[in-house]
């Protein structure tokens, strides 16, 4: 089973996951601060994540995956949709940006220091 780290946030989160999960189902079940203002359902930018190691492995993005990424921030050639991305059997590394932590922090309030 594949390992899953994600990186960002005040603290990093590794698991082993089961294949087929998208990652967002991944980091609600564990803690990773992904945001997901749309609930998951590819309608907004919120779940926005950098793949640093492992992307390769994933499924291509769909045009509605592309069209959504075209509004978030800071898109890059690794930059992906946590909704959208199902895990296979390969290890990945990935970073939450800045706008999904903020999106995570919007929704949980609980979670914000001070
Ligand atoms: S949570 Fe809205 S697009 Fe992924």
């Given at each position: 089973m594949p390992k899953v780290k994600f990186i960002g946030g005040p603290t990093e989160v590794e698991v082993v996951a089961q294949p087929g999960l998208t990652l967002l189902e991944i980091a609600e079940e564990n803690g990773a601060r992904m945001g997901s203002a749309c609930g998951g359902v590819c309608a907004c930018s919120s779940c926005h994540a950098w793949i640093?190691?492992?992307?390769?492995s994933l499924d291509e993005s769909t045009d509605a995956e592309e069209d959504r990424l075209?509004?978030?921030?800071?898109?890059?050639?690794s930059s992906r949709l946590g909704c959208q991305v199902r895990v296979k059997e390969t290890d990945l590394v990935v970073q939450l940006t800045e706008e999904s932590l903020q999106t995570f922090l919007n929704e949980h309030p609980e979670h914000r220091e001070g």
């Amino acid at each position: 089973m594949p390992k899953v780290k994600f990186i960002g946030g005040p603290t990093e989160v590794e698991v082993v996951a089961q294949p087929g999960l998208t990652l967002l189902e991944i980091a609600e079940e564990n803690g990773a601060r992904m945001g997901s203002a749309c609930g998951g359902v590819c309608a907004c930018s919120s779940c926005h994540a950098w793949i640093l190691e492992g992307g390769d492995s994933l499924d291509e993005s769909t045009d509605a995956e592309e069209d959504r990424l075209d509004m978030a921030f800071d898109v890059r050639p690794s930059s992906r949709l946590g909704c959208q991305v199902r895990v296979k059997e390969t290890d990945l590394v990935v970073q939450l940006t800045e706008e999904s932590l903020q999106t995570f922090l919007n929704e949980h309030p609980e979670h914000r220091e001070g």
